[in-house]
């Protein structure tokens, strides 16, 4: 049994909720052959629940990913748009099965973009992965700037932090 529920808050933001979802008649992903083991493999997202907004999520350097949560128990999502502000969040609790140290594994992605002017825009990126004491977190800002309507400046800045058995480390991206 699994439940499905969609509010719209105003004519631009939704708010879905899902509990114990069904992704069984979803088209099967295509086979991948691995060359490079140090890379992931991309698959793109076909489940119903993650699929509407999924655009909202888009960063330059695609820090959000939803297929790493892969057999949630629940989960809830705020997409559309406030004003000049695109908000986007997925939060999810994930298959404890699937987590080495057997704890639930809560997954929070948010995506904020605001509107400059006619096509420019900021940004901020977060997302967090919890196991039990292990955690991932990646903060991100971003911008993207027209000008005079043919040339553009790109910049993102991430920064990433992550606990696991093997220690604490940290990490960043600079994209100008």
Same mark, same amino acid.
């Given at each position: 049994?699994?439940?499905?529920?969609? +509010?719209?808050?105003?004519?631009?933001?939704?708010?879905?909720?899902?509990?114990?979802?069904?992704?069984?008649?979803?088209?099967?992903?295509?086979?991948?052959?691995?060359?490079?083991?140090?890379?992931?493999?991309?698959?793109?997202?076909?489940?119903?629940?993650?699929?509407?907004?999924?655009?909202?999520? !888009?960063?330059?350097?695609?820090?959000? &990913?939803?297929?790493?949560?892969?057999?949630?128990?629940?989960?809830?999502?705020?997409?559309?748009?406030? $004003?000049?502000?695109?908000?986007? &969040?997925?939060?999810?609790? !994930?298959?404890?099965?699937?987590?080495?140290?057997?704890?639930?594994?809560?997954?929070?992605?948010?995506?904020?973009?605001?509107?400059? $002017?006619?096509?420019?825009?900021?940004?901020?990126?977060?997302?967090?992965?919890?196991?039990?004491?292990?955690?991932?977190?990646?903060?991100?800002? @971003?911008?993207?700037?027209? +000008?005079?309507?043919? +040339?553009?400046?790109?910049?993102?800045?991430?920064?990433? +932090?992550?606990?696991?058995?093997? $220690?604490?480390?940290?990490?960043?991206?600079? @994209?100008?």
């Amino acid at each position: 049994l699994g439940v499905n529920v969609r +509010w719209g808050i105003t004519q631009n933001l939704s708010l879905t909720g899902t509990v114990n979802p069904d992704f069984s008649t979803v088209e099967a992903d295509v086979g991948q052959v691995t060359v490079n083991e140090r890379f992931a493999l991309f698959f793109p997202e076909k489940r119903p629940f993650f699929l509407e907004g999924l655009e909202q999520f !888009d960063t330059p350097n695609a820090l959000i &990913y939803t297929r790493r949560i892969s057999s949630p128990f629940g989960g809830v999502k705020l997409t559309g748009k406030v $004003g000049g502000t695109a908000v986007a &969040y997925i939060g999810a609790v !994930d298959d404890n099965a699937l987590s080495p140290s057997g704890d639930p594994v809560i997954v929070n992605l948010m995506r904020l973009r605001r509107d400059l $002017g006619a096509s420019s825009t900021v940004g901020l990126a977060y997302t967090d992965r919890v196991e039990g004491g292990d955690y991932n977190r990646v903060l991100g800002a @971003d911008a993207r700037v027209i +000008w005079k309507k043919i +040339w553009f400046s790109d910049a993102q800045i991430v920064g990433s +932090w992550t606990r696991d058995a093997s $220690g604490v480390r940290a990490g960043e991206l600079w @994209d100008v």
